[in-house]
């Protein structure tokens, strides 16, 4: 019985050194698998990537994934959106208050 014990206990310890060297790892050593790295940017291509995709809108900030809002330039004067605004008051386009119905119109 004592040799019988001997040999099972040799016989594991080889086993789980075989095990523990086997060829590839296991658990999360091996994730996420190593990938060959190609040729980096330089900081100057990166920097310009970046004002590239900024322009486009393609950049998002916060949590929500949304793109940054677009700044445009105004293409109307001041005195000409006063105008505008004028001109739909005396039309009656303009809605007021929490109803969504113009006023004026029949």
């Not at 086993?15 to 100057?44: H, I, K, N, V």
């Amino acid at each position: 019985m004592k040799t019988l014990f001997s040999a099972l206990l040799l016989s594991m310890t080889f086993a789980g050194s075989a095990y523990a060297a086997g060829p590839a790892p296991s658990g999360e050593l091996d994730y996420p698998p190593a990938t060959a790295s190609g040729p980096s940017l330089t900081r100057a291509q990166v920097v310009e990537e970046l004002r590239v995709a900024r322009a486009n809108g393609q950049v998002t900030f916060g949590e929500l994934d949304q793109p940054a809002a677009q700044v445009h330039t105004a293409a109307l004067t001041r005195e000409q959106v006063r105008a505008e605004a004028a001109q739909a008051r005396a039309n009656g386009d303009i809605a007021f208050g929490e109803l969504d119905y113009q006023g004026n119109r029949s």
